[in-house]
């Protein structure tokens, strides 16, 4: 399984509200990313990590941000949670894997976030 | 940018063949994965293809054709486990994967 822990698992909020999740990982990968997953939507990049304090943008990064002080932690922050950002958040780590690729990932298990 | 299109839903019979069909559009190709997800838990690595042909891995197997900017992933012999989300993605490089939207599949007795 990668290593790859979220928690909280599941989080219910306010509009308003700031919100960290937290994605623990345990074999000291290099890369990590936050995707979100909504219906309709499939799986899109939020922010990615490829080293301690350094990061970079995905597809949907407003809203949100992102800070590694250590290799094996990728905090993703809402500054102020807004009822657009329910969704399913999912951490994820780049290997090479046996199948030939140099970023094969790994997703751990998932946050449910609720932005009442 | 990167566009990718798969069926949303196919249904499928337990002991049979099924055949999930993606298209895409990319100004830059790294590789195509296909990826399983069942409701409710974390999308779990199927199978990558860089080159064009097919990559055949027990009952699951994948095609490329980069010229035609097209992939399947083909499914053997059915179970009843095999009901869930396949999702198709483009990346390989550092900076993560373009998801398509997935494909529920169902499959019935």
């Known amino acids: 399984d990668a290593g790859i822990t979220q928690s909280p698992r599941h989080k219910v909020t306010e509009t308003g509200t700031p919100v960290t999740l937290r994605c623990h990982q345990t074999?000291?990968?290099?890369?990590m990313y936050w995707y979100r997953q909504d219906p309709g939507h499939g799986l899109r990049l939020i922010h990615y990590?490829?080293?301690?304090?350094?990061?970079d943008k995905g597809e949907v990064s407003d809203g949100y941000s992102v800070s590694r002080s250590k290799t094996e932690d990728f905090l993703l922050t809402l500054e102020s949670a807004t009822s657009s950002q329910t969704s399913v958040y999912f951490c994820?780590?780049?290997?090479?894997?046996?199948?030939?690729?140099?970023?094969?990932?790994?997703f751990g298990p998932g946050t449910r976030l609720t932005v009442l | 940018g990167q566009n990718i299109d798969q069926p949303t839903e196919m249904t499928a019979t337990e002991g049979a063949i099924v055949q999930i069909n993606c298209t895409y559009q990319?100004?830059?190709?790294?590789?195509l994965f296909w990826y399983q997800q069942h409701a409710g838990e974390a999308p779990t690595f199927l199978s990558y293809?860089?080159?064009?042909g097919l990559e055949e891995k027990g009952r699951f197997s994948s095609f490329l054709s980069r010229s035609k900017g097209y992939s399947y992933l083909l499914l053997k012999e059915l179970q009843m486990k095999d009901s869930a989300s396949y999702l198709c993605?483009?990346?390989?490089?550092?900076?993560?994967?373009?998801f398509g939207k997935g494909t529920h599949l169902i499959i019935q007795p």
């Open positions: 990590s490829y080293g301690v304090k350094d990061t």
């Open positions: 990319t100004s830059g190709f790294n590789g």
């Open positions: 293809n860089v080159l064009d």
């Open positions: 074999e000291n990968h290099r890369y």
């Open positions: 994820a780590i780049s290997v090479a894997g046996t199948s030939g690729s140099m970023n094969e990932q790994f």
């Open positions: 993605a483009m990346g390989g490089g550092a900076d993560g994967l373009t």
